[in-house]
């Protein structure tokens, strides 16, 4: 209801301006309108820190109860009073008609008053506020990101912008001594310790004012903000300003980095190691600098390295690194100074000799002109460096498939893939079953070359069924800097049964009449991957068959995965009574080495005796017999065979 009642008088206000000053709107309009606009956002923001507890007619004498404080109020109910009386536990107070008073936080507002003809008597109205004090801080400071050693400005405005004067008022901006010393405190707010704080009264539309310096002591990056405290009438508030952002680097701001980072580093390659030291100070020299580098035994020292510094895509310059003094083999030293504002470098060429991880460690020691102070400090860089493994290459692969008693000649050689580093005392073996096979040996082998280290013929073993044989080929061997590998490639070999011979039969007919002839043609397929030579191959006839032609071979050669025509002959089944199978069996052999292989098949003829032609005739010798008559009959039966 109260932001109604204002924003109704600021339209009434309005529109008696509209009228006072219509001429001068007809010209300038838009300053009336942002006048108003201006009086609205005011009005607004005025009535933020106000909250309406109560609004309503009273009599005199009547007890209210406003955010847990009572109050009595009295007036002359007899006639339009012009005043009232608040008794606020025994302490008075009056109030004007058309005005307000505050007590503790509540202000209490007499409008008017009207006759009550129920009762009799005037009533007054009241409107009543909790009103609280509406604290605004602002903190700044002048360079959010100083060295160690430097000073910052902090300056601190705190105001009690509407509201009611706040009682035991307390500002407290705390400082750690271990990070900041609190130089300066001026204006409103006193030095306690290491904090600047200001206890008091802040009045309304009061405001306090602070300044104060503080020295960076050490090394951070975090917010800080200052808390406030006060009686806002019925508790002590506490609430915190917002954050101020504090980096603080050091005086010397050691930073490295290896050139090319984005590649891969493998062992007999150069890196350049770049180590930037900037002297952050404004006006203050580093002095005495004494910084250590310690590599690893993995990193070898070469010397200093020149780096090129870009300043627009056309033009650059060549600058040279910093001298440095080699203090041993892992260790390289540098010493001097370095203006304020200022930076230089170091650029060392290492060769890397060792693969895995090589940490950098450097450590150094400074102090800052005008001071006696000592200042430390150590950093970790990593490189990761590989080592291009000793490349394998063979005239099989894993999964490859063998006959029993396959000769096979096996290639394995190696090769350097390294474009930087020899390799030594290289050694080759085979762990397998299949055959034994000598280790081989190579005492150096240099970069981005290739040997044979096995050329040997073996033997498949004999199996009675398929067999897969491990046949894995070690590799150790030493790089020029030291650094020992052993690899391990894991083969599988198949060695097959031998499949050796098939045959099959070609056989005109399968069922034949007694005499009958048929023709018979006998293939055999080799089923290895070899030639196989000298193959005898016969068949076995049954004896009561007549035979024509060839059924044996003795000297017969087969191309590997080929299949020939044995022979080809002709029979004449025999002559049986009734039906009769006869089974024939074709053998093939083969010598090698020492074994002698066979292999048969059988198949049958089925012989059915011949079947009878014969015809029979009948002749009757006198057509037209009488009745009672005898004739004759004569019956004729023929075999044309």
Not at 238 to 265: C, E, H
Not at 350 to 357: C, D
Request: hydrophobic share 40%; with cysteine; charged share 20%.
């Amino acid at each position: 209801m109260a932001i109604f009642w204002i924003i109704l008088l600021i339209i009434i206000l309005a529109i008696v301006a509209l009228k006072l000053f219509s001429l001068l709107f007809s010209i300038t309009g838009k300053i009336l309108i942002v006048v108003l606009v201006v009086f609205l956002i005011y009005a607004i923001a005025v009535n933020a820190s106000r909250d309406l507890v109560y609004k309503g007619y009273i009599f005199s004498d009547q007890s209210i109860t406003l955010d847990n404080k009572a109050f009595i109020i009295s007036f002359d109910e007899s006639r339009h009073p012009s005043n009232i009386q608040l008794n606020y536990y025994g302490s008075y107070f009056f109030v004007p008609q058309g005005t307000c008073k505050t007590i503790v936080n509540i202000e209490i507002c007499f409008a008017n008053s009207i006759f009550d003809t129920d009762f009799g008597k005037y009533k007054v109205n009241i409107s009543a506020y909790r009103v609280v004090p509406d604290i605004t801080i602002t903190r700044v400071i002048d360079d959010s990101t100083i060295a160690v050693g430097d000073e910052a400005e902090i300056t601190v405005n705190v105001t009690n912008c509407i509201g009611i004067p706040s009682q035991n008022f307390e500002y407290i901006d705390y400082f750690s001594p271990e990070e900041f010393e609190l130089l300066h405190v001026t204006g409103s707010c006193n030095k306690e310790g290491n904090n600047a704080v200001y206890r008091g009264l802040l009045k309304e539309n009061n405001k306090i004012s602070c300044k104060y310096t503080i020295k960076a002591l050490k090394e951070i990056e975090r917010s800080s903000r200052a808390r406030v405290s006060y009686f806002d009438g019925d508790e002590i508030k506490r609430d915190f300003s917002s954050n101020i952002n504090f980096k603080v680097v050091p005086a010397l701001d050691i930073s490295s980095y290896f050139n090319d980072s984005d590649r891969n580093v493998f062992v007999g390659e150069q890196v350049i190691f770049i180590v930037n030291m900037s002297n952050n100070k404004e006006s203050d020299d580093i002095k005495n600098i004494t910084l250590n580098i310690s590599l690893p035994s993995g990193l070898r020292y070469d010397e200093t390295a020149s780096i090129s510094m870009y300043f627009n895509s056309t033009s650059n310059i060549t600058v040279q690194s910093q001298p440095v003094k080699k203090i041993s083999d892992s260790v390289i030293q540098f010493k001097g100074e370095i203006p304020s504002n200022q930076s230089k470098f170091i650029a060392l060429k290492l060769t890397a000799t060792k693969s895995g991880i090589s940490n950098i460690f450097i450590d150094y020691l400074y102090s800052i002109e005008g001071s006696k102070e000592i200042f430390s400090a150590e950093k970790k860089d990593s490189l990761e460096v590989e080592h291009k493994e000793i490349t394998l290459f063979t005239n099989f692969k894993d999964g490859d498939t063998f006959d029993a008693g396959e000769q096979k000649l096996i290639q394995i050689g190696v090769s350097n893939p390294n474009e930087n580093v020899f390799l030594k005392n290289i050694s080759v073996k085979i762990d397998t079953n299949i055959s034994n096979i000598p280790e081989a040996n190579l005492s150096y082998l240099d970069s981005g070359k290739a040997n044979y280290m096995i050329y040997q013929n073996i033997a498949m073993p004999y199996v009675s069924s398929d067999t897969t044989y491990p046949f894995n080929i070690i590799v150790s061997y030493d790089t020029e800097y030291g650094e020992h590998f052993t690899e391990i490639s894991e083969f599988n070999l198949i060695v097959k049964t031998i499949a050796g011979l098939s045959i099959s039969h070609d056989i005109s007919k399968t069922t034949v009449e007694s005499g009958e002839q048929f023709s018979i043609k006998t293939k055999v397929k080799n089923e290895r991957n070899v030639d196989i030579k000298n193959i005898r191959v016969f068949d076995v006839v049954p004896m009561e068959f007549e035979r024509e032609g060839l059924n044996s071979v003795s000297n017969l050669n087969i191309n590997a995965n080929d299949e020939v025509v044995a022979y080809n002959y002709r029979m004449t089944a025999p002559v049986v009574d009734s039906p009769k199978t006869y089974y024939f069996r074709t053998t093939a052999t083969y010598k090698e080495g020492n074994k002698t292989f066979a292999f048969e098949r059988t198949y049958q003829v089925t012989v059915t005796p011949k079947k009878k032609d014969l015809s029979v005739a009948r002749v009757i010798a006198d057509s037209k017999p009488s009745r009672g008559a005898i004739i004759d009959v004569i019956y004729t039966i023929s075999n044309p065979d």
